[in-house]
């Protein structure tokens, strides 16, 4: 089965830099559409960043955040510099079988399997 593992949160000040991972096993890493999602404490899970054919971000997280991807070793990265306490929430992959569209490629619905989350918090 497919499976999605986030690792590298943790709690660092503002302005520090995390660098988070996910393996993922059980699917064609290599031409699946992947993403990054985060989910704070009462609010909705958001779109972060998500890697296809080119990367997309979400506006916020523009120039301080990289999603990249190697397909040698079917991993997915997020590199975050210049952390703000707004980015303090579980941090989730997310991939789905397949390419998706610029359309679609945002929304939680393109994505067929989740990782378990992973706590990043910001904080003095």
């Known amino acids: 089965q497919v499976q999605l593992v986030e690792s590298g949160g943790g709690l660092v000040q503002p302005g520090d830099s995390l660098r988070l991972s996910c393996a993922a096993s059980?699917?064609?890493?290599?031409?699946?559409?992947m993403g990054w999602f985060r989910q704070a404490p009462g609010k909705e899970r958001e779109f972060v960043a998500a890697?296809?054919?080119?990367?997309y971000y979400e506006d916020s997280v523009k120039g301080r955040f990289t999603i990249s991807r190697d397909n040698a070793d079917n991993t997915l990265y997020l590199q975050m510099n210049s952390l703000k306490p707004e980015d303090t929430a579980v941090y989730y992959c997310?991939?789905?079988?397949?390419?998706?569209?610029?359309?679609?490629?945002?929304?939680?619905?393109?994505?067929?399997?989740w990782g378990q989350g992973i706590q990043v918090t910001v904080s003095s």
């Open positions: 997310a991939a789905r079988r397949g390419p998706a569209t610029v359309y679609t490629i945002r929304r939680k619905s393109t994505y067929n399997y």
């Open positions: 059980g699917l064609t890493f290599s031409s699946a559409a």
């Open positions: 890697i296809g054919l080119t990367t």
